[in-house]
């Protein structure tokens, strides 16, 4: 039997729509190998290697654009309701990515200015939360990936956890500030590179819920323990 047209024409969107999903989750990878380059330069002390991971978010930045082109060109075709969540999702997930790298890149630059200073325990604290961090961040790529939104639901659960540790160096940072003022700076630079890292778990879970959507459209969401309390240290 003869290939029809609409044939060809799904065909073409199906590899295009696959395409998409590949190019978000190298987009994602790279994010989170970001992450865990930031982290070890925050270890090693090392400058130039910073200085390779902020150039390297360009990279990231001009995935997000090749995907948002991608989107458009899919939404060009009438896509049908799942079509259109889908078109929706890769924007958002995309978006939520580039900052993940961006907050990567500020975790990269801060921890020049830290060299600056003598090496402080605290950085171990900060390589747990980051190692949370990039855990969550692959495990909802792959979640996206096999479209499955139990997976999604489990990735969002744990960002209690990053909470919780983000609260702990927090207050560990507060308390040894008070103690000795001399550190006040240097720990400066850690609670903002703690609280880069704390914003990636956030948007690892609206990933999570953008999975979730996609799967099961305006279903509810279960409600979400949170355990920030840095805004209720006094």
């Not at 330069?41 to 390779?52: F, H, L, M, N, S």
């Not at 855990?135 to 096999?146: G, I, N, P, T």
Request: proline share 4%; hydrophobic share 40%; glycine share 4%.
């Amino acid at each position: 039997m003869p290939t029809q047209p609409n044939d060809h024409i799904v065909k073409s969107y199906d590899e295009e729509r696959n395409r998409l999903t590949h190019e978000i989750l190298r987009m994602g990878e790279m994010a989170a190998a970001q992450l865990e380059s930031a982290l070890d330069v925050v270890e090693r002390r090392d400058d130039k290697a910073a200085g390779r991971i902020i150039a390297n978010d360009e990279a990231i930045d001009a995935l997000e654009h090749d995907i948002s082109q991608d989107v458009m060109k899919l939404a060009l075709r009438g896509p049908m309701a799942r079509d259109l969540r889908e078109i929706l999702v890769a924007l958002r997930i995309a978006a939520d990515i580039e900052r993940i790298g961006d907050y990567a890149a500020n975790v990269a630059k801060r921890s020049t200015a830290l060299n600056l200073a003598p090496p402080l325990p605290h950085t171990r604290g900060l390589a747990t939360l980051g190692q949370l961090a990039v855990k969550q961040v692959r495990d909802v790529l792959v979640a996206f990936r096999d479209n499955d939104a139990d997976a999604a639901q489990r990735v969002r659960a744990q960002d209690a956890e990053i909470d919780t540790a983000y609260t702990s160096l927090f207050r560990e940072l507060l308390t040894y500030m008070m103690e000795d003022p001399r550190v006040i700076t240097p720990c400066t630079h850690l609670l903002f590179m703690a609280k880069n890292i704390e914003r990636v778990g956030d948007h690892a879970t609206n990933i999570a819920e953008n999975v979730w959507f996609l799967v099961h459209g305006d279903d509810v969401l279960p409600p979400r323990d949170k355990r920030d309390e840095t805004n209720t240290v006094s």
